[in-house]
């Protein structure tokens, strides 16, 4: 039977009470038994400042969706299966993996660098600086990049410029080869850092554990790494250490295509695009940028990630030269990196039951105080033992805090710049890994690389103070 429209005189209806009117297919419903389709069926709109009442077909599929019916099937926010789901997820531990593993590296290399180029303590540093450069600019182009291209192109692009890296760095190049090797291993590793963290922090269902067994894939590459390179650091030909890296990242890279097939990440997850259900949202690069870079919390946050990775990086670039120039440990030094690393694996999984149970903002107040007592460990007992051990166990306590700022961040932004801001966040933490690790590499020259634990006791202090800057209430609608 035909709808129509019907348009009645409003001086007629101004007579009849006001009383709640349903749609007409409710009693015929009643009267019949059987229930109409709710799509042709006229749909009453009161307004309460003029005295009438329109009647219209609902003809648009869009406003059907959006309208409440009765019997109307309610479309799934989630279409992504759970198999898909953790093969996206262990396919970004890939990610990390290669981040970690990058991380990591250097550190049991710098002795043999240094003596293979007959350089310094700055010199060497600029290793660092290189990796900064290149981190930098992951930062501010990944927010670009990842309007323009997507979540599948991004994130391959990381990996394949980790590909080139090392391609560049299996032959040992001249030094300033070397530098530009590591900007642009930098440049992978960001692009790859924050397209991993912002695809997992938008995951449903215990996204903690999640973001924990995402950066636990970091810690996982930077316990494997210096257990390698140390091997590679006692031979001539330690540059083929980057063949085994060229030779993973060619695999990560091949599980990326395949998993995520260059699609974007709403495509991926099966979910509406970023801008379904903002229409109002700002949908040019300007107003994105200007979204990351106005918000006080993300601005925060990138420093406390600044100074973090920063942290973490400086432990595992320089504990190695630490452990031999202070405490006299030998050719198997290189494994104190690997025990550090493997603590800061362990922790993101471990103590995620504490985190739970305490609190996430209160448990990095608890774990900032037990790593600088720590630190005052290394720093004070001269014992090449005592020192590996605390140095494992200052891992563990600074591994749960990564994931607990991602965490944090995504209930801090709307979700239509949440990987924009994770993206900066990750790299500015990248950054930081560049950064304070030369700062380090610049007073050991001068004062000797005694000044490590009294840096590493600083850091560690300010990231408390830090963190009680950092708001608390969410404010995902304050854009």
């Not at 299966?81 to 531990?93: G, M, V």
């Not at 991380?103 to 310094?120: F, K, M, R, S, V």
């Not at 032959?171 to 440049?187: K, L, T």
């Not at 471990?350 to 105080?369: C, F, H, M, T």
């Amino acid at each position: 039977m035909a709808s129509s429209t019907l348009t009645l005189p409003t001086d007629i209806l101004s007579s009849l009470p006001k009383i709640e009117r349903r749609p007409s297919f409710v009693a015929s419903r009643a009267s019949t038994g059987v229930e109409r389709p709710p799509s042709p069926t006229p749909r009453l709109h009161y307004r309460h400042d003029q005295e009438a009442i329109e009647m219209d077909t609902i003809v648009d599929g869009r406003d059907s969706k959006s309208r409440s019916t009765v019997g109307a099937p309610e479309v799934p926010a989630w279409a992504m299966s759970p198999k898909k789901e953790w093969a996206a997820i262990f396919t970004c531990c890939g990610c990390m993996f290669m981040s970690g593993w990058n991380d990591a590296t250097t550190g049991p290399l710098l002795p043999i660098i240094q003596a293979h180029y007959n350089i310094g303590f700055i010199v060497v540093s600029m290793l660092f600086v290189s990796n900064c450069v290149g981190y930098l600019s992951a930062a501010v182009i990944n927010i670009y990049l990842t309007d323009r291209l997507g979540f599948g192109k991004v994130i391959l692009l990381g990996g394949v410029l980790q590909i080139v890296a090392y391609a560049m760095l299996a032959p040992a190049p001249p030094f300033p080869v070397m530098c530009i090797s590591y900007a642009i291993n930098g440049f992978g590793i960001g692009f790859q850092n924050a397209q991993s963290n912002g695809f997992v922090a938008e995951l449903p269902n215990n996204t903690s554990a999640k973001l924990g067994l995402l950066h636990a894939g970091y810690g996982a590459g930077a316990f494997v790494a210096p257990l390698i390179a140390t091997q590679f650091a006692q031979i001539p030909r330690w540059s083929f250490h980057f063949l085994t890296s060229l030779g993973i990242s060619l695999l990560n890279s091949l599980s990326l295509f395949s998993v995520f097939k260059l699609r974007r990440q709403h495509e991926v997850m099966g979910t509406p695009g970023p801008h379904a259900d903002n229409a109002s949202a700002p949908r040019n690069d300007e107003n994105v940028y200007k979204a990351v870079f106005n918000s006080r919390a993300v601005q925060l946050l990138a420093i406390f990630a600044w100074v973090y990775v920063g942290t973490e990086v400086t432990v595992g670039g320089w504990i190695v030269t630490f452990i031999v120039e202070e405490r006299g440990g030998g050719a198997s030094a290189g494994y104190v990196s690997s025990g550090f690393f493997g603590g800061l694996m362990l922790g993101r999984v471990a103590l995620l039951w504490i985190n739970k149970k305490i609190g996430e903002r209160r448990v990095i107040y608890l774990y900032s105080v037990l790593a600088i007592g720590l630190e005052l460990v290394i720093w004070l007992v001269p014992d090449v033992i005592g020192n590996a051990v605390a140095v494992s166990f200052v891992g563990m306590l600074l591994g749960p805090m990564i994931p607990i700022v991602m965490k944090v961040t995504s209930g801090l932004v709307p979700k239509r710049v949440l990987t924009g801001c994770i993206g900066w966040i990750a790299s500015s933490g990248q950054v930081g890994s560049a950064v304070f690790p030369f700062l380090t590499g610049a007073l050991a020259q001068k004062h000797g690389v005694k000044v490590l634990q009294p840096v590493l006791v600083g850091m560690i202090g300010s990231l408390i103070v830090l963190w009680t800057l950092v708001p608390s209430g969410p404010q995902r609608h304050r854009d």
